[in-house]
């Protein structure tokens, strides 16, 4: 089915860039994006419907490339903590910090587990997420974290968005292992991947490299592993101290390396050199109250790809809207409105693997977007929390929140 959608301006977003077409329209057949131009240009093509967009901005459908949407309980209790003064490290010592959510999410069935986090993810699709990543790494049992996976799958195959299942078993030491970390990422390497793998469960494959979690050596090995199944890497690095997590995972190839408040500059060379993008979650900074700074102007001098992403988890990033933090990205970490719209839609794509499908809108790639009711792709970074106005369109078709 041919519809054409006209009256509209249009940013594109190719090249990383808001490409503005003031008087702009598409035309989509079935999934498809078939044109994109200025409205009098427009192809003398047959179509089957026509809508008039009023106006709208329109822009690629947003990216969410970094979630933990899945999991159970809540940390609430763990924040009052952190505000009178205990840190990330110390909470994790007392037995909170990610060993609470996995107790929470080995408790809960793959039903409650769906239910909790269909509230979260429609949240997100308020916001004009069309295409979202959903790591596993609370489960950290191999039923566990197949019981998370499969609820991923099966929230990709209930709702209108696109989700990426990740698996991220090396995230955190479970406490039968305790003092044996090297047993564990043998399990999880020549056991656990290969079966989740083997099951049509996973997309890619995420370690948490820092020292209250897995070494670089370990991490390595987790990645020759992904590599030998044919699975795209991903890596937690440079969150807490620097050690060199982002250049190994780009020695790798990997997608993306997230956090990075810690990244050096040698590591950045490394990853513009082997195409990994830089995913930056100011929402984990900005609930941390950390004041070290990602390394934006290394970046930018490098050109490594800035993706921005929600982070959304139950103990550092508690954040049910992407488009706040596109803003804090703005604000915290000094990115242009334009970069910051860039972080959610092509290069979110890149660090999903998916660029030269989503992301930007041209001609042959899958017809997300959504259409806001605003005078400006900048107001998508200015406006604070609420939910812009905006009609979403998941694969030529229109669908509702």
Same mark, same amino acid.
């Given at each position: 089915?041919?519809?054409?959608?006209?009256?509209?301006?249009?940013?594109?977003?190719?090249?990383?860039?808001?490409?503005?077409?003031?008087?702009?329209?598409?035309?989509?057949?079935?999934?498809?994006?078939?044109?994109?131009?200025?409205?009098?240009?427009?192809? !003398?093509?047959?179509?089957?419907?026509?809508?008039?967009?009023?106006?709208?901005?329109?822009?690629?459908?947003?990216?969410?490339?970094?979630?933990?949407?899945?999991?159970?309980?809540?940390?609430?209790?763990?924040?009052?903590?952190?505000?009178?003064?205990? $840190?990330?490290?110390?909470?994790?010592?007392?037995?909170?910090?990610?060993?609470?959510? %996995?107790? !929470? &999410?080995?408790?809960?069935?793959?039903?409650?587990? *769906?239910?909790?986090?269909?509230?979260?993810?429609?949240?997100?699709?308020?916001?004009? %997420?069309?295409?979202?990543?959903?790591?596993?790494?609370?489960?950290?049992?191999?039923?566990?974290?197949?019981?998370?996976? =499969?609820?991923?799958?099966?929230?990709?195959?209930?709702?209108?968005?696109?989700?990426? $299942?990740?698996?991220?078993?090396?995230?955190?030491?479970?406490?039968?292992?305790?003092?044996?970390?090297?047993?564990?990422?043998?399990? %999880?390497?020549?056991?656990?991947?290969?079966?989740?793998?083997?099951?049509?469960?996973?997309?890619?494959?995420?370690?948490?490299?820092?020292?209250?979690?897995?070494?670089?050596?370990?991490?390595?090995?987790?990645?020759?592993?992904?590599?030998?199944?044919?699975?795209?890497?991903?890596?937690?690095?440079?969150?807490?101290?620097?050690?060199?997590?982002?250049?190994?995972?780009?020695?790798?190839?990997?997608?993306?390396?997230?956090?990075?408040?810690?990244?050096?500059?040698?590591?950045?060379?490394?990853?513009?050199?082997?195409?990994?993008?830089? %995913?930056?979650?100011?929402?984990? *900074?900005?609930?941390?109250?950390? &004041?070290?700074?990602?390394?934006?102007?290394?970046?930018?001098?490098?050109?490594?790809?800035?993706?921005?992403?929600?982070?959304?988890?139950?103990? /550092?990033?508690?954040?049910?809207?992407?488009?706040?933090?596109?803003?804090?990205?703005?604000?915290?970490? =000094?990115? &242009?409105?334009?970069?910051?719209?860039?972080?959610? /839609?092509?290069?979110?794509?890149?660090?999903?693997?998916?660029?030269?499908?989503?992301?930007?809108? !041209?001609?042959?790639?899958?017809?997300?977007?959504?259409?806001?009711?605003?005078?400006?792709?900048?107001?998508?970074?200015?406006?604070?929390?609420?939910?812009?106005?905006?009609?979403?369109?998941?694969?030529?078709?229109?669908? /509702?929140?």
């Amino acid at each position: 089915m041919r519809t054409l959608w006209r009256h509209c301006q249009i940013a594109t977003m190719e090249n990383g860039n808001y490409n503005l077409i003031p008087h702009g329209a598409l035309i989509t057949d079935g999934l498809q994006l078939l044109w994109i131009g200025d409205e009098a240009g427009c192809p !003398a093509i047959a179509v089957d419907a026509e809508h008039d967009l009023q106006g709208r901005l329109v822009t690629p459908g947003l990216i969410d490339c970094h979630s933990h949407s899945v999991f159970g309980g809540d940390r609430s209790q763990e924040f009052e903590m952190r505000l009178q003064g205990a $840190s990330y490290a110390e909470i994790a010592a007392a037995g909170g910090g990610i060993a609470s959510s %996995v107790k !929470a &999410t080995r408790a809960a069935d793959e039903q409650q587990l *769906f239910d909790s986090a269909l509230r979260r993810i429609n949240a997100l699709r308020q916001d004009g %997420v069309t295409t979202l990543e959903i790591k596993s790494g609370y489960g950290l049992s191999f039923e566990d974290e197949r019981k998370m996976l =499969r609820v991923i799958r099966k929230l990709g195959e209930a709702l209108p968005l696109s989700i990426h $299942s990740t698996c991220l078993a090396a995230h955190a030491l479970p406490p039968e292992y305790q003092g044996r970390s090297d047993a564990y990422i043998d399990e %999880v390497c020549e056991a656990w991947l290969p079966r989740l793998h083997g099951e049509g469960l996973v997309d890619a494959v995420d370690a948490f490299c820092e020292h209250l979690a897995f070494s670089p050596a370990q991490v390595e090995r987790v990645f020759r592993k992904a590599q030998q199944l044919g699975l795209g890497v991903k890596l937690h690095a440079e969150q807490l101290s620097l050690l060199h997590g982002a250049g190994l995972a780009a020695r790798y190839n990997a997608l993306s390396a997230d956090h990075l408040e810690y990244l050096c500059e040698s590591d950045i060379a490394l990853m513009a050199e082997h195409g990994t993008t830089a %995913v930056l979650l100011p929402g984990a *900074f900005y609930f941390l109250r950390e &004041t070290q700074l990602p390394p934006v102007a290394l970046l930018r001098q490098y050109q490594v790809p800035i993706a921005i992403s929600s982070d959304l988890n139950p103990g /550092t990033s508690p954040v049910l809207s992407l488009r706040l933090m596109m803003n804090m990205a703005c604000t915290l970490f =000094r990115l &242009t409105p334009e970069e910051a719209l860039a972080g959610v /839609t092509a290069h979110a794509a890149r660090a999903l693997g998916i660029g030269d499908r989503c992301g930007t809108l !041209a001609p042959g790639k899958i017809a997300n977007f959504v259409a806001w009711e605003v005078n400006h792709p900048a107001e998508l970074s200015y406006w604070l929390g609420g939910t812009l106005a905006n009609q979403v369109i998941y694969q030529g078709q229109q669908t /509702t929140n």
